[in-house]
């Protein structure tokens, strides 16, 4: 089996899409982040002592999304068109599900920008309610769709 991230000498090499043609690429990702009732309603509310947790969590989804390379190996910089964080609160188990969307015209995808997206957003939210509840979760983090690229579409079943 030949890998992608290795050359003919066995060594570690960045994937060459010199070749490829730039096309529009999307990718959309989450992280789920568990808190107690407690947390979720100072979040909710606006009353964690840090600050506006959501509002700092955009910022730093933001933010990761543009270290990606710095953070993944064999990662290309890419030049990011657009990264959007949303939020989606769900008052039944206390979750707040973060909601990543990166877009470039390149020559390889953003999916790797947008979990970094969505995984550093939830990070920070854990970073700011940690003092209210230490037992918070970040679960289900994944791609959910992407569109863009020789490989195509992608859409995550549910």
Request: net charge neutral.
């Amino acid at each position: 089996m030949k890998f992608t991230h290795f050359n003919e000498q066995n060594k570690p090499t960045m994937v060459d899409v010199s070749i490829k043609e730039p096309t529009l690429r999307i990718a959309l990702a989450q992280a789920v982040v568990k808190l107690s009732k407690q947390a979720y309603l100072a979040v909710k509310e606006g009353t964690v002592k840090k600050g506006d947790v959501l509002a700092v969590a955009s910022v730093a989804g933001i933010m990761g999304a543009k270290q990606t390379p710095h953070l993944i190996p064999m990662c290309h910089p890419l030049n990011l068109d657009q990264i959007n964080i949303d939020f989606e609160l769900n008052d039944e188990d206390n979750t707040i599900r973060v909601i990543s969307t990166a877009k470039i015209t390149a020559k390889t995808g953003v999916e790797m920008e947008s979990l970094c997206a969505c995984s550093i957003a939830a990070l920070t939210i854990y970073d700011m309610c940690k003092s209210i509840d230490k037992s918070i979760e970040i679960t289900d983090i994944y791609l959910l769709k992407k569109s863009g690229g020789k490989s195509g579409e992608f859409e995550r079943k549910t």
